[in-house]
């Protein structure tokens, strides 16, 4: 079982960047995904979350209307667009695939956001 994050990097503020995951090793369609992060000195925080079938999203507070997530389920990944992107979303993102019975974390791609 692999989840691979990539797409990080550093940004200005107001940027954009677009994370992808990568799935294999298990049946990507049966998972809902949610994207994680978590900077330096705190907790793990949920971001956005896309169900199996991507027909359900939802999205942390902070994050509405600036973060997109989405899911090829024949490409076997998922997505999490990130526009407008201040100082305070610099951090660790991280995927994370869910069943009822097991979860998945990606390693994680480091998102910077500064001038």
């Known amino acids: 079982v692999r989840l691979v994050e990539s797409g990080g990097g550093l940004v200005q503020p107001g940027g954009s960047l677009r994370l992808s995951c990568a799935a294999s090793g298990f049946t990507f369609s049966s998972y809902a995904m949610r994207w994680c992060r978590q900077a330096p000195g705190k907790e793990r925080e949920l971001v956005a979350f896309?169900?199996?079938?991507?027909?359900?999203?939802n999205y942390a507070d902070f994050v509405k209307g600036r973060f997109t997530v989405s899911r090829d389920n024949a490409k076997n990944t998922a997505y999490l667009q990130m526009n407008s992107l201040t100082p305070e979303d610099t951090a660790k993102y991280y995927c994370?695939?869910?069943?009822?019975?097991?979860?998945?974390w990606g390693q994680g791609t480091q998102v910077t956001v500064s001038s």
């Open positions: 896309i169900s199996s079938a991507g027909g359900s999203t």
């Open positions: 994370k695939a869910d069943s009822k019975s097991v979860a998945y």
